[in-house]
T-cell receptor, first 115, second 112 residues
Framework: EPEVTQTPSHQVTQMGQEVILRCVPI?????FYWYRQILGQKVEFLVS????????KSEIFDDQFSVERPDGSNFTLKIRSTKLEDSAMYFC?????????????FGPGTRLTVL | AQSVTQLGSHVSVSEGALVLLRCNYS??????LFWYVQYPNQGLQLLLK??????LVKGINGFEAEFKKSETSFHLTKPSAHMSDAAEYFC??????????FGTGTSLTVIP
């Protein structure tokens, strides 16, 4: 069964460093997302991406964040200068179509720890 | 604006007992509602979804949920808990665009 994969499973970085979190969405899906979950808090939407551009983003997704689909398979989230409060679990998701009723398929997450 | 509230961050049930995980939603437009489950070291897996068809929705692994507009609720139930049901459960709502709004999750423990 096709699934969303994410690498690495755990990333430790120093404050101020750049990190890139990688995701491989399901191959025939067209919509891609990033969410994050700070420990003990809600899973929060960051950004959605379609047709090589951002379609929606939350207020969390500021200039420190960027997303890219560098090739036909990968979808990346870059944090330019990490802060302590960026420590969280980051989930990638994809869906075959748009619309609120479409199931989003989630990856296992990358746990980011900023020291 | 859309949001969900999950009452009870931790729920413990005995094996074979009823599972009830609570979710209340807030939405200014008719919502689409989802329950996801997360097993350790795995991604979020869809259990079931409500998309304005039948109000009683059946999902995988014997779970079901009932949409009650009057109570703005979408509680998840299973008649008989199994050890393999131990996991984190997330309720989510979506009504416009592609953005999902999640609850804080409920950790289910099944006691043998």
């Amino acid at each position: 069964e096709p699934e969303v994969t994410q690498t690495p499973s755990h990333q430790v970085t120093q404050m101020g460093q750049e990190v890139i979190l990688r995701c491989v969405p399901i191959s025939n899906h067209l919509y891609f997302y990033w969410y994050r979950q700070i420990l003990g808090q809600k899973v929060e939407f960051l950004v959605s991406f379609y047709n090589n551009e951002i379609s929606e983003k939350s207020e969390i997704f500021d200039d420190q964040f960027s997303v890219e689909r560098p090739d036909g398979s990968n979808f990346t989230l870059k944090i330019r200068s990490t802060k302590l409060e960026d420590s969280a679990m980051y989930f990638c998701a994809s869906s075959p179509g748009q619309g609120a009723y479409n199931e989003q398929f989630f990856g296992p997450g990358t746990r980011l720890t900023v020291l | 604006a859309q949001s969900v509230t999950q009452l009870g961050s931790h729920v413990s049930v005995s094996e074979g007992a009823l599972v009830l995980l609570r979710c209340n939603y807030s939405s200014s437009v008719p919502p689409y509602l989802f329950w996801y489950v997360q097993y350790p070291n795995q991604g979020l897996q869809l259990l079931l979804k409500y998309t304005s068809a039948a109000t009683l929705v059946k999902g995988i692994n014997g779970f079901e949920a009932e949409f009650k507009k009057s109570e703005t609720s979408f509680h998840l139930t299973k008649p008989s808990a199994h050890m393999s049901d131990a996991a984190e459960y997330f309720c989510a709502v979506s009504s416009a665009g592609n953005q999902f709004y999640f609850g804080t999750g409920t950790s289910l423990t099944v006691i043998p």
